[in-house]
């Protein structure tokens, strides 16, 4: 069974940073698209990062551009999102996603077209 199991989720002020880890098993790590997806409450899931399944490739979130950065160590078997100067309107619950597809489908952009999803890690930003 693939399990993907985030963690590095918090309550923090604005403008402080976290990593958000993101650690797969039971699968070929290497072969998957990643994504950071995140629901705030009222709101719809959106992507807010992804990367191809060699590392090569990513897709960011106008929001979140140029302050989040979507990496992945496949030795590791493990994905993050390193997220800086965060703010207020961030908080969510952020999951992370593993996909089997080619990613010049663009399936990436959508959630329902992942295979794996993990539980989710509350990300909370205070102002």
């Known amino acids: 069974q693939v399990q993907l199991i985030e963690s590095g989720g918090g309550l923090v002020q604005a403008g402080d940073s976290l990593r958000l880890s993101c650690a797969a098993s039971?699968?070929?790590?290497?072969?998957?698209?990643m994504g950071w997806f995140r629901q705030a409450p009222g709101k719809e899931r959106e992507l807010v990062a992804a990367m191809d399944s060699r590392g090569i490739t990513t897709y960011y979130a106008d929001a979140v551009k140029g302050r989040f950065t979507i990496s992945r160590d496949n030795a590791k078997n493990t994905a993050y999102l390193q997220m800086s100067t965060l703010k207020p309107e961030d908080t969510a619950v952020y999951s992370c996603l593993g996909g089997i597809f080619r990613w010049n489908t663009n399936l990436y952009k959508t959630p329902q077209a992942y295979r794996y999803w993990g539980q989710g890690t509350q990300v909370t930003v205070s102002s």
């Open positions: 039971g699968g070929t790590f290497s072969n998957y698209v």
